[in-house]
């Protein structure tokens, strides 16, 4: 696994493919100390939808996220992001990580966290300017948090911290957002105000691919479900995927269903962090 490459594209080969998805996977597999933790993965997201990734604990899903954004190292298979490899289309993409991979005790204050989200554009080494600052402190009143914008990180709640990283993905305007569990542990109010946001980007013809816990909100927050339990069970337009028979093929035993019209009666809970290739900091996944 350490030697695997992608094919490096010869020039007769055509530069995009599938460039009418937004994401594409193809035969992807990935593996932890030889065990898979994804296996042959076919995934396709159209443009301009609100989709969740869904499934029981294990089933790989944050794994999935990072594979796509180059952070975990795949066995074998490919992605493309409006048909371009990751490296290529990377200014196009906004990532909010898990806010159990982040330092939150690292000492810069909320607008600090949101203009790291500048710098795919600045570089790292060009001081931000006052547009920049302005278009940070946007971002943070797009989340509710420009009055805390001179507050340390560490200091703001869990639901805060998380509005956080969102602006700092919204600053970014990419075309393409990845988050993982944005909605794990926050209050009701945080969760809301999230949803309202993400619903925002997907009507504004952004695409936007959540990693989510809670079976019961797929059908009122999600467009667009993807089932996984390390192969894809599913995947497709909510009211055709989201059903009893494709849930039980997802989680087997673990879930009840009250009927096929009716929300899950199991609340899965957020599956455990994998240890990935590469640390995660604030700024990972940065583009």
Known sequence: MTGWREPVRSPEEPALHEPGLALHVEDLTVSYGGAPVLWDIDLDIPKGVMAAIVGPNGAG???????????????????????????????????VPQRSSVDWDFPVTALDVVMMGLYGRLGWFRRPGRRARAEAMAA??????????????????????????IARALVQQADIYFLDEPMAGVDATTERAIVAILHRLRDAGKTVVVVHHDLQTVRSYFDWLVLLNVRIIAQGAVPETYTAENLRRAYGGQIALLDQQEAPLVEPVPEPEPKPTDPHHLEAGQS
């Not at 954004?69 to 990377?90: D, S």
């Not at 009143?141 to 990283?165: H, K, P, T, W």
């Open 61 to 95: 899903k944050s794994t999935l996220i990072k594979s796509v954004l180059g952070l975990v190292r795949p066995v074998a298979g490919h992605v493309r992001i409006f048909g371009l490899r990751y490296r290529e289309a990377r200014r196009r993409v906004g990532y």
């Open 140 to 165: 943070l009143a797009q989340v509710g948090m420009e009055d805390y914008a001179s507050r340390q990180i560490s200091q703001l709640s869990g639901g805060q911290q998380q509005r956080v990283f």
